[in-house]
């Protein structure tokens, strides 16, 4: 099948249009001939430039020729959407209307409730919008900004219907109602309920003709409320996409005010025997039985200090000598809770008489007392007055939720405030003993830095441990680990969740004498090439163990020279080198191997260097290495022999640090946990030795 064409003619009289190579006449007078006319001149016109400027650039021009155009309806199409391209429509507002504001301004005479309701409106779509009036309004007449409008209402199955305004011009406008709401009666209660619909803002003013009434607001808040001889005047906020109701009634007079107040407590008392303070919480319920109570008073041991009085009713306290005042927000009529903390220093051990705290103006005072020690202490001996031995789970839950293997509960014998009441007891301290769980006693660094930027380092660490499972490791973020070993054997160290490194620990015993052993950790890292000068530095392992001591050699390119920054480096400070402390670091270093040598510095202990002085020394070396030739010839048949029998993998391997050119010593004392510790160096190449 043919593609679809327009054939357009270049001479007068255009308006022929043929289609799959089909030529058609179209009359010129018809209104089809005129559009295709329009149509096909405006491509080829469009055409015809574009060949016009080709033929002008072409070295050898070719004659135009006469005749018809043809062009596929696609690129038609194309050429006439570049010619007059559309024009987006916007995009609609949101919402078209949007009812921001209604004010209520009531006046209630018997069972109905007449006045005005001001509907600020919001009109944002251009065109005619409808506005739904709030439903539950009965509307008597509707001025639009002062011009009296009509409502269109919707007929419905049951109840009135849904009443709506029309309106053509966007902007803000103030609708005014005049409307008439009922108000019902219940059980003495007059209630009036107003619609608020979905404005962000209402508000609503109630006018009564009688005074003596009490009103409570449901839906919204209670802002202002006056008297005057001709009524009452009630104002209050609502609250959004809910309906506001006024609940009015006579006001009745309660004579519980001028009543004596009679009342009964309830005192649960917590007391902690400290090593320096004791800590007294204190939960009270007071349970109102003749008028009513503004505030309590409760009685306070000798030199007891109040911390903190919280309660739901608590509107202030103040604390005297031996006397604490409680006023509440509102007079209490039934019943108030609240707590009370304090503290006060008794003596550590020995006899004591407990502190109590007692509601004196109480005609029944009843609840319990716990008495617990805190630390390493037990109760001896016990004398209760006006108290009987009790279970501590009977006593409520600041008591109940105690779990302290010392504590005793004591409830209190019914009686009044003023009764006698008093509790001592004979606490007998002993020393705690002192428990190893974890700990690094002595971690010893040694770093190779070369001029290219790399640095091997190798972390020894002297470990402490009865409890812990596993030591936590945060390597730099450009290192990489090499080996890692606990108590001499290679391990292959877990990951933790954050990516930090995981090596299990061995348990030993607990106490001052308990073994250490070391955990051995060798990475390597990389920095900026040195030039002739410029600064270093070198990022430690970061451990969740506390460090008591930490030593570092720095091994270092004799073409420079190296200064530490020792207010940069933590706590590091430069000092003379001194062999590791700790047994476990001794134990673990091998024989012979030679030690630092320092050349802006000796070093004291460097055996293996003045081993090498001598001959005897000497010789001792040669037949060490003899020996240990023979020894990895033999350990290289048993590789032989096992790769035979298994199949060949990774296994973990202990890298030996070496030790030479010259160096830097620093120390540290007391590094916290999780600490990563970061030394800074200047460091200068040395024109004299590169010269030799």
């Not at 029309?166 to 406008?173: E, I």
């Not at 409680?326 to 019943?335: A, C, K, M, W």
């Not at 020393?431 to 700990?439: G, K």
Request: a positive charge; proline letters at 7%.
């Amino acid at each position: 099948m043919k593609r679809p064409s327009i054939f357009a003619s270049p001479l007068p009289g255009w308006s022929r249009l043929a289609a799959n190579g089909i030529r058609t006449a179209v009359p010129k007078t018809s209104a089809i001939a005129k559009v295709a006319a329009v149509l096909a001149g405006t491509a080829c016109l469009m055409l015809f430039a574009i060949l016009g400027a080709a033929r002008a650039g072409a070295q050898n021009p070719i004659p135009a020729a006469e005749g018809w155009v043809v062009l596929p309806v696609e690129d038609y199409r194309a050429l006439r959407r570049a010619a007059f391209p559309l024009t987006a429509e916007p995009a609609p507002p949101p919402v078209e209307a949007t009812l921001s504001r209604i004010d209520y301004d009531l006046k209630a005479d018997g069972d109905l409730a007449s006045g005005e309701a001001r509907l600020t409106v919001d009109v944002i779509k251009d065109g005619w919008v409808r506005l739904a009036i709030p439903i539950g309004l009965m509307v008597r007449e509707a001025r639009l900004d002062g011009r009296q409008v009509s409502l269109v209402t919707e007929a419905a199955d049951k109840g009135p219907g849904a009443s709506y305004l029309l309106l053509s011009h966007p902007g803000r406008s103030v609708l005014t109602l005049g409307i008439v709401a009922p108000i019902t009666t219940v059980a003495g209660t007059d209630i009036l309920q107003l619609p608020v619909n979905s404005s962000a803002i209402s508000r609503a003013t109630l006018s009564l003709a009688r005074q003596g009434v009490d009103v409570r607001v449901t839906g919204g808040l209670l802002l202002e409320r006056s008297e005057s001889a001709a009524g009452s005047r009630w104002v209050a906020h609502g609250r959004g996409n809910q309906s506001m109701t006024f609940a009015w009634r006579r006001r009745v007079d309660d004579v519980r005010t001028s009543q004596a107040l009679r009342l009964r407590g309830a005192l649960t008392e917590l007391v902690g025997l400290g090593e320096d303070a004791t800590q007294i919480n204190a939960e009270v319920q007071v349970e109102v039985l003749q008028g009513i109570a503004q505030e309590v008073h409760v009685q306070l041991p000798a030199q007891f200090t109040v911390n903190q009085v919280s309660g739901a009713m608590v509107a202030d306290w103040d604390a005297t000598a031996r006397e604490l005042t409680v006023s509440f927000i509102e007079p209490v009529q039934h019943t108030a809770r609240f707590t009370i903390s304090g503290e006060l220093r008794l003596p550590r051990d020995g006899k004591l008489d407990i502190p109590l705290l007692r509601l004196p103006a109480a005609e029944r005072e009843t609840g319990g007392i716990a008495v617990e020690v805190l630390g390493a202490g037990e109760i001896k001996e016990r004398e209760p007055v006006g108290l009987a031995e009790a279970e501590a789970a009977e006593l409520g839950q600041l008591i109940s939720s105690r779990q302290s293997p010392s504590l005793i509960a004591f409830r209190l014998q019914p009686a009044d405030g003023k009764s006698q009441r008093a509790l001592s007891l004979s606490i007998a301290r002993y020393t705690p003993q002192a428990v190893l769980t974890a700990n690094i006693e002595e971690a010893d660094y040694s770093a190779l830095v070369t001029p290219d930027g790399k640095m091997l380092v190798q972390s020894r660490f002297a470990v402490r441990n009865n409890q812990r499972n596993f030591l936590k490791l945060g390597l730099p973020a450009t290192a990489v680990l090499w080996s890692a070993s606990v108590a001499g054997r290679p391990i292959r160290p877990g990951r933790a969740p954050d990516g930090a490194l995981l090596l299990p620990l061995e348990k030993s015993r607990s106490g001052d004498e308990a073994p250490a052993f070391v955990v051995e950790v060798s990475y390597m890292d990389r920095a900026q090439p040195w030039t002739d000068k410029g600064r270093a530095r070198i990022t430690l392992l970061a451990v969740d163990l506390p460090i008591s001591k930490s030593r570092l050699l720095v091994h270092y390119s004799p073409l420079f020279r190296l200064t530490p920054q020792v207010g940069a480096s933590g706590n590091f400070r430069v000092a003379p080198y001194e062999a590791p402390e700790s047994g476990a670091l001794q134990a673990a270093g091998k024989p012979g191997v030679p030690q630092p040598i320092n050349a802006e510095m000796p070093v004291q202990g460097a055996q293996r260097g003045q081993a090498a002085q001598n001959s005897q020394g000497a010789q001792t070396l040669a037949q060490e290495d003899e020996k240990s030739e023979s020894a990895k010839q033999l350990v290289s048949r048993l590789h032989d022999a096992r790769r035979a029998a298994s199949p060949a993998r990774n296994l973990p391997l202990r890298v030996a640090f070496p030790h030479f050119g010259p160096s830097v010593f620093l120390v540290s004392e007391l590094t916290s946990e999780n600490q990563t510790p970061v030394l800074e160096f200047d460091f200068q190449r040395d024109k004299k030795r590169g010269e030799k």
